[in-house]
Nanobody, 122 residues
Framework: QVRLVESGGGSVQAGGSLRLSCGYTSSRYCMGWFRQAPEKEREGVASITSDGGTSYADSVKDRFTISKDSAKNTVYLQMNNLKPEDTAMYYC???????????????????WGQGTQVTVSS
């Protein structure tokens, strides 16, 4: 069992920055972030594997950076130059499987955190 606890969400103006944190009780091969805006499907944002590989959604490349501090059992998502379209609930994910660049969390495979809200105003 893996417990994931997100923090760091909030409200910012466009162009601002936030850093999300995800504390975990146990790591998996793939650790990552997803987001879900109202009335939209959950989408992959970024992932990092245990061998250090990273992957990003095209919409956040060059603005977001995912990192992991194994000593602190924490995964981070640094978000710069935020845009209103980044507004969403952000979820941390952990999975033994990387699929299409993101952690695969379906059925009993993988884990979700409870989410943290990010709101970007124009």
């Amino acid at each position: 069992q893996v417990r994931l606890v997100e923090s760091g969400g909030g409200s910012v103006q466009a162009g601002g920055s936030l850093r999300l944190s995800c504390g975990y009780t146990s790591s998996r091969y793939c650790m990552g972030w997803f987001r879900q805006a109202p009335e939209k499907e959950r989408e992959g944002v970024a992932s990092i594997t245990s061998d250090g590989g990273t992957s990003y959604a095209d919409s956040v490349k060059d603005r977001f950076t995912i990192s992991k501090d194994s000593a602190k059992n924490t995964v981070y998502l640094q978000m710069n130059n935020l845009k209103p379209e980044d507004t969403a609930m952000y979820y941390c994910a952990a999975s033994p499987v990387l699929s299409s660049g993101f952690c695969k969390v379906v059925g009993g495979l993988g884990y979700w955190g409870q989410g943290t809200q990010v709101t970007v105003s124009s």
